[in-house]
Protein backbone atom coordinates (compact mmCIF):
# COMPACT_ATOMS: atom_id res chain seq x y z
CA UNK A 1 0.00 0.00 0.00
CA UNK A 2 2.42 2.64 0.92
CA UNK A 3 4.52 2.40 -2.63
CA UNK A 4 2.18 4.04 -4.18
CA UNK A 5 3.33 7.42 -4.27
CA UNK A 6 0.64 8.82 -1.38
CA UNK A 7 3.01 11.72 -1.14
CA UNK A 8 1.68 12.63 -4.47
CA UNK A 9 -2.22 12.12 -4.51
CA UNK A 10 -3.17 11.65 -0.72
CA UNK A 11 -3.54 14.95 0.03
CA UNK A 12 -6.05 16.14 -2.89
CA UNK A 13 -7.57 12.92 -2.01
CA UNK A 14 -8.52 14.18 1.35
CA UNK A 15 -9.21 17.62 0.34
CA UNK A 16 -11.62 16.27 -1.74
CA UNK A 17 -13.14 14.05 0.89
CA UNK A 18 -16.39 16.94 1.56
CA UNK A 19 -16.96 16.95 -2.38
CA UNK A 20 -17.39 12.56 -2.47
CA UNK A 21 -19.58 12.32 1.01
CA UNK A 22 -21.90 15.53 -0.99
CA UNK A 23 -22.24 13.59 -3.73
CA UNK A 24 -22.92 10.02 -1.77
CA UNK A 25 -25.38 11.74 -0.06
CA UNK A 26 -26.80 13.44 -3.60
CA UNK A 27 -26.83 9.87 -5.62
CA UNK A 28 -29.28 9.12 -2.63
CA UNK A 29 -31.97 11.61 -3.58
CA UNK A 30 -32.03 11.26 -7.77
CA UNK A 31 -31.21 9.24 -10.59
CA UNK A 32 -27.27 8.74 -11.34
CA UNK A 33 -26.05 7.66 -14.81
CA UNK A 34 -23.27 5.60 -14.44
CA UNK A 35 -20.81 5.57 -17.12
CA UNK A 36 -18.42 2.73 -17.27
CA UNK A 37 -15.50 1.99 -19.93
CA UNK A 38 -12.57 -0.43 -19.71
CA UNK A 39 -9.57 1.10 -21.27
CA UNK A 40 -7.08 -1.70 -22.03
CA UNK A 41 -3.71 -1.70 -22.55
CA UNK A 42 -3.37 -4.41 -24.94
CA UNK A 43 -0.39 -5.76 -25.93
CA UNK A 44 -0.95 -9.71 -26.99
CA UNK A 45 3.32 -9.72 -27.22
CA UNK A 46 3.71 -9.81 -23.62
CA UNK A 47 5.64 -12.54 -22.20
CA UNK A 48 5.22 -14.81 -24.93
CA UNK A 49 6.60 -17.87 -24.83
CA UNK A 50 6.24 -18.94 -28.80
CA UNK A 51 5.16 -17.16 -31.79
CA UNK A 52 1.93 -18.74 -32.45
CA UNK A 53 0.69 -17.24 -28.60
CA UNK A 54 -0.07 -13.49 -29.68
CA UNK A 55 -2.85 -15.26 -32.39
CA UNK A 56 -4.06 -17.29 -30.09
CA UNK A 57 -4.60 -14.72 -27.17
CA UNK A 58 -6.45 -12.47 -30.05
CA UNK A 59 -8.24 -15.64 -31.18
CA UNK A 60 -9.73 -16.32 -27.71
CA UNK A 61 -10.51 -13.16 -26.54
CA UNK A 62 -13.04 -12.68 -29.91
CA UNK A 63 -14.70 -15.55 -29.02
CA UNK A 64 -14.97 -14.96 -25.08
CA UNK A 65 -15.54 -11.30 -25.41
CA UNK A 66 -18.36 -11.97 -27.83
CA UNK A 67 -19.48 -15.11 -25.00
CA UNK A 68 -19.33 -12.66 -22.29
CA UNK A 69 -21.51 -9.78 -24.15
CA UNK A 70 -24.54 -12.68 -24.83
CA UNK A 71 -24.53 -13.65 -21.13
CA UNK A 72 -24.91 -10.25 -19.98
CA UNK A 73 -27.78 -9.63 -22.98
CA UNK A 74 -29.53 -12.51 -22.08
CA UNK A 75 -28.88 -12.06 -17.95
CA UNK A 76 -29.71 -8.20 -17.61
CA UNK A 77 -30.58 -7.25 -21.25
CA UNK A 78 -27.09 -4.82 -21.49
CA UNK A 79 -24.12 -5.94 -22.92
CA UNK A 80 -20.22 -4.31 -22.07
CA UNK A 81 -17.99 -3.11 -24.85
CA UNK A 82 -14.37 -2.83 -24.17
CA UNK A 83 -11.55 -0.13 -25.70
CA UNK A 84 -8.60 -1.79 -26.70
CA UNK A 85 -5.40 0.60 -27.01
CA UNK A 86 -3.10 -1.34 -29.22
CA UNK A 87 0.68 -0.68 -29.39
CA UNK A 88 2.74 -0.38 -32.90
CA UNK A 89 5.30 -2.16 -31.51
CA UNK A 90 3.54 -5.30 -30.88
CA UNK A 91 3.13 -5.82 -34.59
CA UNK A 92 0.95 -5.24 -37.40
CA UNK A 93 -0.07 -8.40 -37.48
CA UNK A 94 -2.76 -8.10 -35.69
CA UNK A 95 -4.59 -5.00 -37.08
CA UNK A 96 -6.71 -6.83 -39.07
CA UNK A 97 -8.34 -8.66 -36.09
CA UNK A 98 -8.68 -5.94 -34.60
CA UNK A 99 -10.64 -4.39 -36.50
CA UNK A 100 -12.85 -7.39 -37.17
CA UNK A 101 -13.74 -7.54 -33.54
CA UNK A 102 -14.49 -3.28 -33.58
CA UNK A 103 -17.16 -4.58 -36.76
CA UNK A 104 -18.32 -7.64 -34.47
CA UNK A 105 -19.52 -4.81 -32.00
CA UNK A 106 -17.06 -5.84 -29.18
CA UNK A 107 -15.55 -2.37 -28.81
CA UNK A 108 -13.35 -0.16 -30.39
CA UNK A 109 -9.28 0.39 -30.82
CA UNK A 110 -7.26 3.46 -29.81
CA UNK A 111 -3.32 4.35 -29.59
CA UNK A 112 -1.17 2.86 -26.79
CA UNK A 113 2.16 3.92 -27.31
CA UNK A 114 5.27 3.27 -25.75
CA UNK A 115 8.60 4.76 -26.45
CA UNK A 116 11.87 6.47 -24.53
CA UNK A 117 14.92 8.75 -25.07
CA UNK A 118 12.60 10.72 -27.55
CA UNK A 119 12.75 14.01 -28.52
CA UNK A 120 9.88 16.05 -30.29
CA UNK A 121 11.04 15.91 -33.47
CA UNK A 122 11.84 11.98 -33.33
CA UNK A 123 8.37 11.30 -31.57
CA UNK A 124 6.50 13.29 -34.88
CA UNK A 125 8.56 10.86 -36.81
CA UNK A 126 7.22 7.97 -34.44
CA UNK A 127 3.83 9.14 -34.41
CA UNK A 128 3.47 9.71 -37.81
CA UNK A 129 4.73 6.46 -39.31
CA UNK A 130 2.81 4.42 -36.24
CA UNK A 131 -0.68 6.13 -37.76
CA UNK A 132 -0.21 5.80 -41.39
CA UNK A 133 0.27 2.02 -40.74
CA UNK A 134 -2.71 1.99 -38.88
CA UNK A 135 -4.11 4.32 -41.67
CA UNK A 136 -3.78 1.58 -44.08
CA UNK A 137 -5.61 -1.17 -42.11
CA UNK A 138 -8.30 1.55 -41.59
CA UNK A 139 -7.85 2.49 -38.25
CA UNK A 140 -7.84 5.23 -36.02
CA UNK A 141 -10.07 6.89 -38.87
CA UNK A 142 -13.56 8.65 -37.80
CA UNK A 143 -15.97 7.59 -40.52
CA UNK A 144 -17.18 9.94 -43.07
CA UNK A 145 -17.01 11.26 -46.13
CA UNK A 146 -13.66 12.11 -45.81
CA UNK A 147 -12.42 9.72 -43.09
CA UNK A 148 -9.90 11.49 -40.48
CA UNK A 149 -7.32 10.42 -38.47
CA UNK A 150 -8.43 10.67 -34.66
CA UNK A 151 -7.69 8.99 -31.36
CA UNK A 152 -7.60 8.08 -28.08
CA UNK A 153 -4.25 7.57 -26.23
CA UNK A 154 -2.67 5.90 -23.27
CA UNK A 155 0.61 6.30 -22.88
CA UNK A 156 3.31 3.40 -22.18
CA UNK A 157 4.57 3.19 -18.87
CA UNK A 158 2.41 5.54 -17.98
CA UNK A 159 4.69 8.45 -18.27
CA UNK A 160 2.44 10.80 -20.36
CA UNK A 161 4.43 14.31 -20.79
CA UNK A 162 7.69 12.76 -19.82
CA UNK A 163 6.14 12.30 -16.22
CA UNK A 164 9.07 9.95 -15.03
CA UNK A 165 11.94 11.95 -14.75
CA UNK A 166 13.24 11.30 -18.13
CA UNK A 167 12.18 7.72 -18.32
CA UNK A 168 10.21 5.76 -20.84
CA UNK A 169 9.52 9.38 -22.58
CA UNK A 170 11.77 11.90 -22.49
CA UNK A 171 9.11 14.65 -24.32
CA UNK A 172 8.45 17.82 -22.52
CA UNK A 173 5.26 19.27 -24.26
CA UNK A 174 4.03 15.77 -25.43
CA UNK A 175 0.22 17.03 -25.00
CA UNK A 176 0.65 19.44 -27.76
CA UNK A 177 2.22 17.24 -30.11
CA UNK A 178 -0.35 14.18 -29.30
CA UNK A 179 -3.47 16.94 -30.21
CA UNK A 180 -1.21 17.78 -33.42
CA UNK A 181 -1.73 14.36 -34.65
CA UNK A 182 -5.33 14.01 -33.79
CA UNK A 183 -5.35 13.21 -30.23
CA UNK A 184 -9.05 13.73 -28.94
CA UNK A 185 -8.38 12.82 -25.40
CA UNK A 186 -5.91 10.80 -22.70
CA UNK A 187 -6.82 8.07 -20.79
CA UNK A 188 -3.61 7.60 -19.07
CA UNK A 189 -4.09 8.10 -15.58
CA UNK A 190 -4.22 6.50 -12.86
CA UNK A 191 -0.93 5.08 -11.84
CA UNK A 192 -0.11 5.38 -8.62
CA UNK A 193 3.20 5.41 -8.85
CA UNK A 194 5.80 7.83 -9.51
CA UNK A 195 4.09 9.54 -12.92
CA UNK A 196 0.95 10.05 -10.92
CA UNK A 197 -0.59 13.44 -11.04
CA UNK A 198 -1.79 15.30 -8.35
CA UNK A 199 -4.75 15.94 -9.83
CA UNK A 200 -7.20 12.57 -9.15
CA UNK A 201 -10.64 11.60 -9.78
CA UNK A 202 -10.74 14.05 -12.64
CA UNK A 203 -11.99 15.06 -16.05
CA UNK A 204 -10.03 18.20 -16.98
CA UNK A 205 -8.09 20.10 -19.31
CA UNK A 206 -3.87 20.63 -19.50
CA UNK A 207 -1.91 22.07 -21.87
CA UNK A 208 1.89 21.35 -22.60
CA UNK A 209 5.15 23.39 -21.82
CA UNK A 210 8.20 22.70 -23.73
CA UNK A 211 9.98 24.28 -20.67
CA UNK A 212 9.06 21.57 -18.36
CA UNK A 213 7.69 18.00 -17.84
CA UNK A 214 4.11 16.34 -16.81
CA UNK A 215 1.74 19.47 -17.26
CA UNK A 216 -0.99 17.13 -16.83
CA UNK A 217 -0.17 17.49 -13.03
CA UNK A 218 -2.74 19.87 -12.91
CA UNK A 219 -5.32 21.34 -15.13
CA UNK A 220 -8.51 23.34 -15.83
CA UNK A 221 -11.85 20.79 -15.07
CA UNK A 222 -14.26 20.25 -17.63
CA UNK A 223 -17.47 22.32 -16.67
CA UNK A 224 -20.96 22.97 -17.97
CA UNK A 225 -21.00 26.00 -19.92
CA UNK A 226 -16.94 26.11 -20.58
CA UNK A 227 -17.11 24.85 -24.13
CA UNK A 228 -13.90 23.39 -25.58
CA UNK A 229 -11.45 24.75 -23.31
CA UNK A 230 -7.86 25.03 -24.41
CA UNK A 231 -5.36 22.22 -23.99
CA UNK A 232 -5.98 18.55 -24.46
CA UNK A 233 -8.73 16.25 -22.70
CA UNK A 234 -7.70 14.00 -19.74
CA UNK A 235 -10.01 11.29 -18.37
CA UNK A 236 -9.40 9.79 -14.86
CA UNK A 237 -10.22 6.61 -13.49
CA UNK A 238 -11.10 6.01 -10.07
CA UNK A 239 -8.64 6.57 -7.58
CA UNK A 240 -8.31 6.53 -3.55
CA UNK A 241 -8.57 4.13 -0.38
CA UNK A 242 -10.83 1.08 -0.22
CA UNK A 243 -11.46 0.19 3.47
CA UNK A 244 -13.86 -2.30 3.16
CA UNK A 245 -11.32 -4.27 0.74
CA UNK A 246 -11.30 -8.02 2.44
CA UNK A 247 -8.66 -8.30 4.66
CA UNK A 248 -7.55 -4.64 5.21
CA UNK A 249 -7.65 -1.76 2.88
CA UNK A 250 -5.98 -1.82 -0.09
CA UNK A 251 -4.92 1.20 -2.84
CA UNK A 252 -8.17 1.10 -5.38
CA UNK A 253 -6.32 2.60 -8.60
CA UNK A 254 -8.95 1.35 -11.14
CA UNK A 255 -6.80 -1.70 -12.41
CA UNK A 256 -9.03 -4.52 -13.69
CA UNK A 257 -7.04 -7.76 -13.40
CA UNK A 258 -8.14 -11.63 -12.02
CA UNK A 259 -6.77 -11.74 -8.65
CA UNK A 260 -8.23 -8.00 -8.42
CA UNK A 261 -11.43 -8.33 -9.95
CA UNK A 262 -14.33 -6.26 -9.84
CA UNK A 263 -15.82 -7.47 -6.66
CA UNK A 264 -18.83 -5.42 -5.55
CA UNK A 265 -16.69 -3.76 -2.30
CA UNK A 266 -14.95 -2.03 -5.71
CA UNK A 267 -17.70 -1.05 -7.54
CA UNK A 268 -19.23 1.40 -4.94
CA UNK A 269 -15.53 2.99 -4.44
CA UNK A 270 -15.64 3.88 -8.19
CA UNK A 271 -18.46 5.42 -8.00
CA UNK A 272 -17.46 7.36 -4.73
CA UNK A 273 -14.62 8.54 -6.97
CA UNK A 274 -17.25 11.62 -8.07
CA UNK A 275 -15.79 11.59 -11.64
CA UNK A 276 -17.70 13.86 -13.53
CA UNK A 277 -17.77 17.19 -15.63
CA UNK A 278 -18.51 19.65 -13.25
CA UNK A 279 -22.08 20.74 -13.28
CA UNK A 280 -23.45 17.22 -14.01
CA UNK A 281 -23.10 15.73 -11.25
CA UNK A 282 -25.24 13.55 -12.38
CA UNK A 283 -23.63 11.42 -15.42
CA UNK A 284 -20.49 10.11 -13.43
CA UNK A 285 -17.86 8.49 -15.27
CA UNK A 286 -16.31 4.83 -13.62
CA UNK A 287 -13.06 4.64 -16.25
CA UNK A 288 -11.11 1.24 -15.07
CA UNK A 289 -7.82 0.13 -16.99
CA UNK A 290 -6.22 -3.38 -17.93
CA UNK A 291 -3.54 -5.32 -19.69
CA UNK A 292 -5.95 -7.69 -20.91
CA UNK A 293 -3.74 -9.41 -23.30
CA UNK A 294 -2.26 -11.63 -21.13
CA UNK A 295 -4.32 -15.12 -19.97
CA UNK A 296 -4.06 -14.83 -16.49
CA UNK A 297 -6.35 -11.78 -16.55
CA UNK A 298 -8.85 -13.50 -19.33
CA UNK A 299 -11.20 -14.41 -16.09
CA UNK A 300 -11.38 -10.93 -14.78
CA UNK A 301 -12.14 -9.68 -18.16
CA UNK A 302 -14.29 -12.19 -19.98
CA UNK A 303 -14.85 -15.00 -17.95
CA UNK A 304 -16.82 -15.78 -14.76
CA UNK A 305 -15.14 -13.53 -12.31
CA UNK A 306 -16.39 -10.13 -15.38
CA UNK A 307 -19.65 -11.68 -15.36
CA UNK A 308 -19.98 -11.48 -11.47
CA UNK A 309 -18.64 -8.05 -11.86
CA UNK A 310 -21.18 -7.16 -14.42
CA UNK A 311 -24.20 -8.30 -12.29
CA UNK A 312 -23.29 -6.38 -9.86
CA UNK A 313 -23.30 -3.39 -12.02
CA UNK A 314 -26.38 -4.16 -13.52
CA UNK A 315 -28.11 -5.18 -10.50
CA UNK A 316 -27.42 -2.58 -7.95
CA UNK A 317 -26.65 0.16 -10.51
CA UNK A 318 -29.52 -0.03 -13.01
CA UNK A 319 -32.62 -0.10 -11.37
CA UNK A 320 -33.65 2.45 -13.78
CA UNK A 321 -34.80 4.84 -10.07
CA UNK A 322 -31.12 5.68 -8.52
CA UNK A 323 -28.57 3.97 -11.06
CA UNK A 324 -28.85 3.56 -14.53
CA UNK A 325 -25.90 1.84 -16.36
CA UNK A 326 -24.23 2.65 -19.83
CA UNK A 327 -21.89 0.59 -20.90
CA UNK A 328 -18.98 2.84 -23.32
CA UNK A 329 -16.38 2.56 -25.46
CA UNK A 330 -13.41 5.76 -24.86
CA UNK A 331 -15.24 7.67 -27.94
CA UNK A 332 -18.31 7.41 -26.69
CA UNK A 333 -17.33 8.29 -22.90
CA UNK A 334 -15.46 11.72 -24.41
CA UNK A 335 -18.77 12.30 -26.21
CA UNK A 336 -20.87 12.21 -23.44
CA UNK A 337 -18.18 14.47 -21.23
CA UNK A 338 -18.12 17.05 -24.11
CA UNK A 339 -22.09 17.23 -24.20
CA UNK A 340 -21.76 17.81 -20.76
CA UNK A 341 -19.73 20.56 -21.00
CA UNK A 342 -22.10 22.00 -23.86
CA UNK A 343 -25.24 22.07 -21.70
CA UNK A 344 -26.63 18.62 -22.78
CA UNK A 345 -28.72 17.05 -20.18
CA UNK A 346 -31.14 13.64 -19.89
CA UNK A 347 -30.02 10.47 -20.94
CA UNK A 348 -26.07 10.23 -21.34
CA UNK A 349 -26.83 7.41 -24.14
CA UNK A 350 -28.28 10.07 -26.41
CA UNK A 351 -24.68 11.83 -26.98
CA UNK A 352 -23.01 8.78 -28.03
CA UNK A 353 -21.92 10.00 -31.47
CA UNK A 354 -21.90 14.11 -30.07
CA UNK A 355 -18.69 15.04 -31.63
CA UNK A 356 -16.42 11.82 -33.21
CA UNK A 357 -18.59 10.19 -34.90
CA UNK A 358 -17.78 6.18 -34.88
CA UNK A 359 -14.74 4.34 -35.91
CA UNK A 360 -15.01 3.60 -39.81
CA UNK A 361 -14.83 -0.19 -39.01
CA UNK A 362 -18.25 -0.11 -37.64
CA UNK A 363 -19.50 -0.14 -41.15
CA UNK A 364 -16.99 -2.79 -42.76
CA UNK A 365 -13.91 -4.75 -41.99
CA UNK A 366 -11.12 -5.79 -44.59
CA UNK A 367 -7.94 -8.18 -43.95
CA UNK A 368 -5.74 -6.44 -46.09
CA UNK A 369 -3.96 -3.37 -46.17
CA UNK A 370 -6.17 -0.42 -48.26
CA UNK A 371 -7.16 3.19 -49.06
CA UNK A 372 -10.18 4.24 -47.10
CA UNK A 373 -11.75 7.28 -48.88
CA UNK A 374 -14.91 7.14 -47.61
CA UNK A 375 -17.36 5.60 -44.94
CA UNK A 376 -20.74 6.05 -43.99
CA UNK A 377 -23.83 4.39 -43.45
CA UNK A 378 -24.23 4.72 -47.00
CA UNK A 379 -21.66 4.57 -48.91
CA UNK A 380 -18.30 3.11 -48.84
CA UNK A 381 -15.14 3.50 -50.85
CA UNK A 382 -11.87 1.97 -50.63
CA UNK A 383 -8.87 2.09 -53.09
CA UNK A 384 -5.24 0.38 -53.24
CA UNK A 385 -6.45 -3.25 -51.18
CA UNK A 386 -3.27 -4.71 -50.72
CA UNK A 387 -3.06 -7.53 -54.07
CA UNK A 388 -0.84 -10.40 -52.93
CA UNK A 389 -3.95 -12.50 -52.02
CA UNK A 390 -7.78 -13.09 -51.83
CA UNK A 391 -9.05 -10.72 -49.63
CA UNK A 392 -12.64 -10.37 -47.36
CA UNK A 393 -14.75 -7.48 -47.11
CA UNK A 394 -17.16 -7.38 -44.63
CA UNK A 395 -19.92 -4.91 -44.86
CA UNK A 396 -22.82 -3.22 -42.92
CA UNK A 397 -23.81 -0.81 -45.92
CA UNK A 398 -26.78 -2.66 -48.03
CA UNK A 399 -26.56 -3.99 -50.43
CA UNK A 400 -23.86 -5.55 -49.67
CA UNK A 401 -22.56 -8.38 -46.74
CA UNK A 402 -19.74 -9.75 -48.07
CA UNK A 403 -16.93 -9.77 -50.80
CA UNK A 404 -14.15 -12.64 -51.18
CA UNK A 405 -11.72 -12.06 -54.03
CA UNK A 406 -8.62 -11.07 -55.73
CA UNK A 407 -10.05 -7.28 -56.02
CA UNK A 408 -7.89 -3.60 -55.74
CA UNK A 409 -10.81 -1.67 -54.93
CA UNK A 410 -14.31 -1.51 -53.89
CA UNK A 411 -17.74 0.65 -53.94
CA UNK A 412 -20.35 0.11 -51.90
CA UNK A 413 -23.82 2.94 -52.49
CA UNK A 414 -26.97 2.24 -50.91
CA UNK A 415 -28.89 5.03 -52.89
CA UNK A 416 -28.14 3.36 -55.75
CA UNK A 417 -28.07 -0.02 -54.68
CA UNK A 418 -24.95 -0.73 -56.72
CA UNK A 419 -21.76 -2.53 -56.04
CA UNK A 420 -18.73 -1.44 -58.06
CA UNK A 421 -15.17 -3.78 -57.62
CA UNK A 422 -11.71 -3.68 -59.94
CA UNK A 423 -9.84 -6.36 -60.40
CA UNK A 424 -6.96 -7.31 -58.99
CA UNK A 425 -5.40 -9.29 -62.12
CA UNK A 426 -6.89 -10.98 -65.26
CA UNK A 427 -9.39 -13.55 -64.43
CA UNK A 428 -10.19 -12.67 -61.15
CA UNK A 429 -12.85 -14.79 -59.20
CA UNK A 430 -15.38 -13.18 -56.56
CA UNK A 431 -17.79 -14.44 -54.17
CA UNK A 432 -20.35 -11.97 -53.09
CA UNK A 433 -23.38 -12.08 -50.29
CA UNK A 434 -25.69 -9.79 -50.69
CA UNK A 435 -27.77 -7.91 -47.46
CA UNK A 436 -31.48 -9.60 -47.00
CA UNK A 437 -33.99 -7.99 -48.48
CA UNK A 438 -32.14 -7.69 -51.96
CA UNK A 439 -32.20 -9.26 -54.84
CA UNK A 440 -29.95 -8.95 -58.21
CA UNK A 441 -31.08 -6.66 -61.05
CA UNK A 442 -28.13 -6.65 -63.63
CA UNK A 443 -24.17 -7.36 -63.95
CA UNK A 444 -21.38 -5.27 -66.10
CA UNK A 445 -18.00 -6.04 -67.08
CA UNK A 446 -18.27 -9.65 -65.29
CA UNK A 447 -19.91 -13.32 -66.29
CA UNK A 448 -21.59 -15.35 -63.73
CA UNK A 449 -20.02 -18.68 -62.62
CA UNK A 450 -23.33 -20.64 -61.43
CA UNK A 451 -26.92 -21.28 -61.89
CA UNK A 452 -29.43 -18.66 -62.74
CA UNK A 453 -31.13 -19.17 -59.60
CA UNK A 454 -28.64 -18.70 -56.94
CA UNK A 455 -28.67 -15.16 -56.74
CA UNK A 456 -32.24 -15.73 -55.17
CA UNK A 457 -30.23 -17.14 -52.62
CA UNK A 458 -28.59 -14.32 -51.58
CA UNK A 459 -24.87 -14.87 -53.17
CA UNK A 460 -23.65 -14.97 -56.55
CA UNK A 461 -19.79 -16.10 -57.87
CA UNK A 462 -17.92 -13.97 -60.63
CA UNK A 463 -15.36 -13.71 -63.02
CA UNK A 464 -14.69 -9.94 -63.64
CA UNK A 465 -13.08 -7.95 -65.94
CA UNK A 466 -11.06 -4.70 -65.11
CA UNK A 467 -14.13 -3.19 -63.77
CA UNK A 468 -17.35 -4.92 -63.01
CA UNK A 469 -20.66 -3.04 -61.52
CA UNK A 470 -23.28 -5.00 -59.69
CA UNK A 471 -26.88 -3.71 -59.35
CA UNK A 472 -29.35 -4.29 -56.96
CA UNK A 473 -32.93 -4.02 -56.08
CA UNK A 474 -35.36 -4.36 -53.19
CA UNK A 475 -37.07 -7.80 -53.14
CA UNK A 476 -40.30 -5.77 -53.52
CA UNK A 477 -39.15 -4.01 -56.61
CA UNK A 478 -39.94 -4.77 -60.02
CA UNK A 479 -40.11 -8.59 -61.70
CA UNK A 480 -36.74 -10.50 -61.71
CA UNK A 481 -34.42 -10.66 -64.58
CA UNK A 482 -30.56 -10.69 -64.34
CA UNK A 483 -29.16 -8.10 -66.91
CA UNK A 484 -25.75 -9.09 -67.63
CA UNK A 485 -23.03 -7.48 -69.73
CA UNK A 486 -19.52 -8.85 -69.52
Given amino acids: MFDRRLDLWLPTYALTA ?19 LVCDHFEPRHDVTDDDQPFERLRIWRKEYARLQDRCRSSFGTAPVHTWFYPPHHGVEHLASLSEMVFDGLGEVELHYHHRDDTASTLRIGLRN ?60 PSGNACQTRKINSIYYASGNPRRSKAHDWGADARVGRKDPPGLFL ?12 GHPRIENAGLTSSNWGRPDRVQVWLDANVHVKGRPDW ?123 ISAIQID ?62 DAATFEVKTRA
Fill in 18 to 36: PARAYGHLRRRRQLTHLIF
Fill in 130 to 189: ALDEYRRWGLLLESGKKPRTGFGFVHGDWALDNSCGGEFCGVNGELEILQEFGCWGDFTM
Fill in 235 to 246: MQGPLGINWRAP
Fill in 284 to 406: QFVKLHAHGAIEEDFDGLFGDKAFEMHRTLNEQFNDGQRYRLHYVTARQAYNIAKAAEHGCEGNPSDWLDYLIQPQAHAFYALDAQHDLECCTKDRLVIRGIETARTVTLRSRIDPIARVDGA
Fill in 414 to 475: HATACLQLEAAGVGAKVDIKFADGYRLEGIDGAQMLEDADKPLRGSLRLAIGPLCRVRFVRD
